[in-house]
């Protein structure tokens, strides 16, 4: 794959600026280097995580479809979200644990219409879905819709990812209409916030900054703490003063 193609106006961009490519790259190059994240997962185990989902994905979906990820904040929700984007494909974070209560997933679901929800093994048979509508796949560190991750990994192929195509979409359930969905952000865009938000780093911004900072382009905090540590190896400065 060329580490180069054309962006607006000619001019030429990294592709391995994009979220996905980054972590493939950081996978094959700094296999047993963990990224500083509250878990327990280097980038060889976070690209494999993020390859058996895409492989599950591709089976059951084509590239462009909406992804529904229903998990707690951790290295499980991480997978998925890279996975959805190697699969091409439109993740939607709902976080699991959170104050909207247990109708939250199928609220969100009614409201977003994915054409399949990620959950843990855990969750999926107690997860409020009408599965006559909706596939609903568990997908964790060891299995993925019932196949081993590592069978499944081996088994992904990658698809071409376009900067232009919808990698995340934020639902915001406001309590009043039900939820809503924010205005999609594409694979571009997300490299284009993780470049800012690493530069920042470099300045050493704090972490309540790059919150600030993450809101403005439409990040949620779930989100950016996933994307951010795969682009920038130094960790941000802690929030609160020095």
């Given at each position: 794959m060329s580490g180069v193609r054309a962006g607006i106006g000619g001019s030429v961009v990294s592709v391995y600026r994009l979220p996905g490519p980054a972590l493939r790259r950081r996978?094959?190059?700094q296999p047993d280097d963990r990224p500083y994240v509250p878990y327990d997962c280097d980038f060889a185990g976070l690209d494999r995580r993020a390859r058996a989902v895409a492989a599950g994905l591709g089976r059951l979906l084509p590239p462009g479809?909406?992804?529904l990820l229903d998990y707690p904040q951790g290295v499980d929700l991480a997978g998925a979200f890279y996975g959805c984007l190697y699969a091409g494909m439109a993740a939607v974070p709902l976080v699991a644990g959170g104050p909207d209560g247990p109708g939250a997933v199928a609220e969100a679901v009614e409201r977003c219409r994915p054409a399949a929800v990620l959950?843990?093994?855990d969750a999926w048979t107690a997860l409020a879905v009408d599965r006559t509508r909706t596939e609903v796949l568990e997908a964790d560190g060891r299995r993925v819709g019932g196949e081993p991750v590592p069978r499944l990994a081996r088994e992904w192929r990658p698809v071409g990812v376009l900067r232009t195509a919808p990698a995340y979409e934020r639902?915001?359930?406001d309590g009043l209409g039900g939820g809503r969905m924010e205005p999609a952000l594409r694979h571009g865009d997300l490299a284009d916030v993780v470049g800012e938000l690493t530069a920042a780093v470099g300045t050493g911004t704090s972490e309540d900054s790059l919150g600030w900072i993450a809101s403005v382009?439409?990040?949620?905090?779930?989100v950016w703490r996933m994307l951010l540590p795969v682009h920038a190896l130094r960790r941000p400065r802690p929030l609160g003063p020095v």
């Open positions: 996978a094959l190059r479809s909406r992804v959950t843990g093994a639902y915001v359930a382009h439409g990040l949620e905090e779930a």
